[in-house]
């Protein structure tokens, strides 16, 4: 291709050969030249521009340090134009910015002591000691197993992180069942249960008092329950996703229920919680059961068209390779799952804390979100291998009839109830498209609002805070296409909670007074205070 080297780095990310458009490739040569002539003509002069990463004044005082990251820049500006340059189908294109994107955000200067000058000033200034300092962080992490991404010391579950007041009232080998006190004399005769993802514990629901969705709930006046997820060990290696939805998200619809005496209850799941409800209420339909009367998905993907940059590591040889690996039972470790995440963003989640961390010997402050995020979960072999192949791989769920759940077909046509459906803006998990598209699925009365932000920003944004935006529309009709919808929708300053809770509050039944105990009789006695031991469970 005319760059020595660079032709074999693009087949490797790709994993085939590749060709490029040839006028593109003789653009960005000579683009590059020009370029590459205009820094050496600047020589130390040159300033590093745009980039946060080199934006201080040690950077802009050390020339031999702007010049490198200069060139730095120069040089990942032509491998994207490169990689932009690719011919071949959109995943192998995809495929091949991602895997350029990681290179180059791994070979930044500031990643490397060598380069760094804020990372050098530092240790100057500090006589060595950030030097040792970093020596240290990074041997305390090596053993805990992963970087932090914050002071993890500071917290402790139960105690200053889902902290909401509520007791345990039914457990078995999956989840437990919470249920919180209410804050008002009545409640709505309609209970609320939210299901979160079981790929990470359910406290991101109940971080602190101000930003508890949970507590927000309760104070709405709902009679509030949760499922707290098991941290998968050995004991669950064979655990299939048909388990987890009949035993786990069916049976917590019945135990509220059954405590509440409620004919029907309103349901909310979040993101992978969310196609496990999606799951439930079609199994229950196709048995001609309706035990739930609405509806919330949250970030939650039920067509899996549009899944974002994780489509670029699902692909048949992948799929099967994690079939082999765990299909027929063992853990997919919750430690890989979060490198995984995190390395969809890693010059937020992975080198900004290694430059801070190691280089510089700084420890990171307490941020209850990031203690979260660090708090990993295991997911059981049989269970991920259903779902990589099922949804991400094959697209089946919203096939009528091609899956079989609980011994049922899966038909969405059947789930017929309202549903309240939320994406974040900016999510890079579950994007705005693929949240968008569960409006195609459900033939019932929709409500589809956008907020700002990203895949946990975006969902937890409590109205007090008076953060961000959120987007809602007075059309009952939903395009295809979600940019159409967007078009056609109006700003709102502030928190999505507030529409939701308003939608919510006339599904919720009349009122009545507050229950004074947890559970019901001895059959759902209230068997440990919230949030459980089974949310304690480290990974």
């Not at 050496?40 to 946060?52: I, M, S, T, V």
């Not at 007041?165 to 249920?179: K, P, R, Y």
């Amino acid at each position: 291709m005319g760059i020595p080297g660079m032709g074999e780095m693009f087949n490797t990310a790709a994993g085939q050969k590749v060709s490029f458009d040839p006028a593109k490739l003789l653009e960005i040569q000579n683009t590059y030249l020009k370029d590459v002539a205009g820094l050496w003509n600047h020589g130390l002069d040159a300033k590093p521009q745009g980039d946060r990463r080199f934006a201080g004044e040690a950077w802009a005082s050390n020339p031999v340090a702007a010049f490198s990251a200069a060139a730095y820049l120069l040089n990942a500006r032509t491998l994207m134009a490169l990689a932009d340059a690719v011919e071949g189908d959109a995943k192998t294109k995809t495929r091949v910015r991602f895997a350029v994107q990681q290179w180059i955000d791994a070979s930044a200067p500031s990643n490397f002591l060598a380069f760094n000058a804020e990372a050098q000033k530092k240790a100057i200034d500090t006589q060595g000691e950030s030097i040792a300092k970093g020596v240290a962080n990074l041997l305390h992490d090596m053993k805990q197993g992963h970087v932090s991404m914050t002071d993890e010391s500071v917290f402790e579950v139960g105690k200053n992180v889902a902290t909401t007041e509520g007791a345990v009232v039914f457990e078995n080998e999956l989840f437990q069942l919470i249920e919180y006190k209410p804050l008002t004399a009545k409640v709505y005769e309609r209970p609320f249960l939210l299901v979160p993802p079981c790929i990470n514990k359910f406290y991101i629901l109940d971080l602190q008092p101000t930003n508890s969705l949970i507590r927000y709930c309760v104070e709405q006046g709902h009679r509030t329950f949760v499922v707290s997820w098991r941290n998968p060990d050995e004991s669950l290696a064979g655990t299939t996703w048909d388990q987890y939805i009949e035993d786990a998200v069916i049976k917590a619809i019945g135990v509220t229920q059954d405590i509440t005496g409620a004919e029907t209850i309103n349901a909310l799941g979040f993101c992978v919680g969310g196609t496990m409800l999606s799951n439930a209420l079609a199994v229950l339909a196709a048995r001609g059961e309706e035990p739930v009367n609405s509806a919330t998905f949250l970030t939650t993907l039920i067509d899996f068209t549009d899944t974002g940059i994780l489509d670029v590591f699902i692909d048949e040889p992948f799929v099967k390779m994690r079939e082999m690996q765990f299909g027929q039972g063992g853990l997919m470790p919750g430690r890989d799952l979060a490198t995984t995440f995190s390395f969809l963003r890693p010059n937020d989640l992975v080198w900004n804390y290694v430059v801070g961390n190691y280089l510089k010997g700084e420890s990171p402050p307490p941020f209850d979100l990031l203690y979260w995020n660090s708090d990993a979960t295991n997911l059981p072999g049989p269970y991920y291998a259903w779902y990589l192949r099922q949804t991400y791989l094959e697209n089946n769920l919203v096939k009528p009839g091609k899956t079989t759940v609980c011994g049922e077909k899966i038909d969405f046509r059947q789930v017929k109830l309202p549903v309240y459906i939320y994406g974040s803006r900016e999510d890079h998990i579950v994007p705005i498209g693929g949240a968008y598209a569960s409006t195609q699925v459900f033939p019932g009365k929709k409500r589809f609002v956008m907020g700002a932000s990203g895949h946990i920003a975006g969902v937890i944004n409590p109205p007090a805070a008076g953060k961000r935006s959120h987007w809602v529309s007075s059309a009952t009709r939903f395009p295809t296409d979600v940019n159409e919808w967007i078009a056609g929708a109006t700003e709102h300053k502030g928190s999505w909670w507030t529409d939701w809770a308003a939608w919510l509050k006339p599904l919720a039944g009349k009122q009545i007074a507050a229950p004074k105990t947890y559970g019901k009789g001895k059959a759902y006695a209230a068997i440990e205070p919230a949030p459980g031991r089974y949310v304690k469970a480290r990974a």
